[in-house]
């Protein structure tokens, strides 16, 4: 007898699950006038019920609408759509039976009974419109013809891939969950293909799951959502589809991996200067301040260079400085887990200090200098340290800088520092040896071998800077004594005599030139370069101390003439 009962069961299942879709439509749609005619049969409740009927009266137009698709029996989706509908049916038929014999549980549980159903209906209604009008049945089932002389594994791949998407859109949360799951595993394995096919409603469907109520399948979203925007391929969709603010929740307040995958993708989405403002404008200056600070590494990275990417937009800078950004830049710059973090922490107050004289001050009284000095000791550099150096230096004394190291520091990054620290050293240089008692600091601390050897760098900008810097130090005569002795002092300014529009040292050039004239040895070093055919384009330009210098190589040059004589 039990063998019995078990085997109609499963013959049960086999027919319920043998029924093609075309078979569910018609027991749907035997269903409606079903459910309605008891529906209004019931006297109780007549508020859910005269809602409940109005939801009924819908489903009609929405079976006629979905049954239409040219996609309609090709695809599960449909006809799984077709059983919820039939089961919601089935349910409300079996509600309005019990109202009418009044053969129920209780008033409030048949209540809220009545609040679940149509709730169930809310949901039928919105995953058969949305089946309908956003595309998702074209989506997991793309025609042939589209796909082209795609490899039919890829086909199928595809096409297993859009069902999958789909279903981020329609059912239950539970539904949406296992969907996730599977999407999960699959990008793990095949993100290439999961990203070929993935659309905007697919997106506005993975945001929307950034909110569910579960931990676990925020956590998964928010993984999914990383994976897109560091692709490169869905950052204006996801923030048009409203994803920053709950990035930012889940930043303050989501598992340590959701705070992770969500800062990992604030980063990517904050090099845009539109998305920093917004970021900004939803709060999430302050959570990401507070991640910096407590936060494991790869997070606290991720942190600095957002922060590092929203203090670029100059309008925001101060609100950042009123959520406290310097001081914790600084303790980054100190205590850093990462080195990464270090740098964007560097580059974040190179930016603040650009051209806010407060948070320069901020900056210097908070001990930035300091650190800036005590970072940039490092084994190699780099240029966002010495820029914020830079734009401090201005606003300390010379006694300050030189008590604090600034040229040891200067001559270590002239010597290991990036092209771009090299450049900005010799910057500093130029900017703060203002006095012969600095210019002697420098001199002597063995920065002049190290700014003619700049001279001969490609880039013209940190060929200019080196040149103008070694003018400026010329003034000196110990520090001309110091140029004289190097041995390819000579030979690298005048290759900087190019008449030519980009090389824009020559004027430095010349006036280093100018100030080693005086020796015979230079001189005879000048006109052996080719000095002297530089130097009469030069004077045709018009390029101060051209004409004095020339005149002077060119006596020199008689002069050995008549000698040789």
């Known amino acids: 007898m039990v063998e019995a009962t078990q085997a109609s069961k499963d013959n049960h299942v ?10 569910w439509l018609l027991h749907a749609q035997e269903l409606v006038p079903v459910a309605l005619a008891n529906a209004r049969e019931v006297k109780g409740f007549p508020g859910r019920w005269k809602m409940i009927i109005s939801k009924l009266e819908q489903i009609p137009s929405r079976l006629s609408d979905l049954s239409s698709h040219p996609c309609f029996s090709k695809n599960a989706l449909c006809k799984e759509q077709l059983q919820a509908v039939s089961k919601t049916l089935k349910e409300a038929v079996e509600l309005a039976e019990l109202c009418v014999k009044e053969k129920y549980e209780g008033k409030l549980r048949m209540q809220s009974d009545l609040d679940a159903l149509i709730g169930k209906l809310d949901l039928n209604l919105k995953d058969c419109g949305l089946l309908i009008k956003t595309g ?72 929307q799951l950034l909110t569910a109520t579960s931990p676990r399948i925020r956590e998964k979203t928010v993984t999914v959502i990383c994976s897109l925007v560091e692709s490169g391929s869905c950052e204006k969709w996801l923030v048009s589809e409203g994803v920053l603010p709950p990035l930012i929740r889940l930043v303050e307040s989501g598992s340590a991996v959701g705070k992770e995958k969500a800062t990992l993708s604030l980063q990517r989405l904050s090099m845009s200067a539109e998305t920093t403002r917004a970021i900004v404008g939803h709060g999430g200056v302050r959570p990401l301040i ?75 009284s908070e001990g930035g200098v300091r650190s ?129 529009p980009q090389n824009t040292a020559k004027k430095y050039a010349v006036s280093c030139l100018g100030s080693l004239s005086p020796s015979k040895k230079c001189k005879k070093l000048m006109i052996s370069y080719g000095a002297i055919g530089y130097l009469k384009k030069l004077t045709e330009m018009d390029i101060p101390g051209a004409k004095k210098l020339l005149e002077r190589l060119e006596r020199g040059k008689l002069r050995s003439l008549f000698s040789r004589k």
């Open 136 to 207: 998702v049945l074209g989506e997991a089932t793309l025609p042939l013809t589209v796909l082209g002389s795609m490899a039919e594994s890829d086909i199928a791949t595809h096409n297993n891939i859009r069902e999958l998407l789909a279903r981020l859109q329609i059912g239950h949360l539970e539904a949406k969950h296992k969907a996730l799951d599977r999407l999960y595993d699959v990008m793990k394995e095949d993100e290439k293909n999961v990203l070929a096919v993935f659309g905007r409603s697919n997106i506005s469907a993975l945001v």
């Open 290 to 364: 507070e991640i910096c600070q407590s936060g494991d590494s790869v997070s606290q990275a991720a942190a600095a260079c957002t922060l590092t990417n929203v203090s670029a937009v100059p309008e925001v800078r101060q609100a950042l400085a009123e959520e406290g950004i310097v001081r914790v830049m600084i303790s980054l710059l100190n205590c850093g887990i990462l080195l990464g973090s270090k740098e964007y922490a560097a580059e974040c107050l190179q930016n603040l200090t650009s051209s806010n004289e407060y948070l320069r001050k901020s900056v210097i």
């Open 14 to 23: 086999v027919a319920f699950e043998a029924r093609s879709t075309e078979d």
């Open 372 to 500: 800036l000095l005590a970072y940039l000791d490092g084994p190699l550099p780099q240029e966002s340290a010495v820029g914020a150096l830079k734009n401090l230096i201005g606003s300390v004394s010379e006694e300050t800088l030189v008590s604090l190291g600034l040229v040891p520091c200067l001559v270590h990054v002239l010597k290991s520092g990036s092209l771009g620290a090299q450049q900005a050293a010799a910057s500093i240089i130029c900017r703060v040896c203002s006095s012969m008692e600095m210019k002697k600091i420098v001199g002597e601390a063995g920065c002049i071998p190290l700014l003619i050897k700049m001279l001969e760098a490609k880039a013209n900008n940190a060929r200019e800077v080196a040149a103008q810097a070694i003018s400026s130090l010329m003034v000196l005569s110990q520090n001309r004594r110091e140029v004289k002795k190097d041995d390819k002092s000579v030979p690298n300014l005048v290759q900087l005599l190019d008449p030519s």
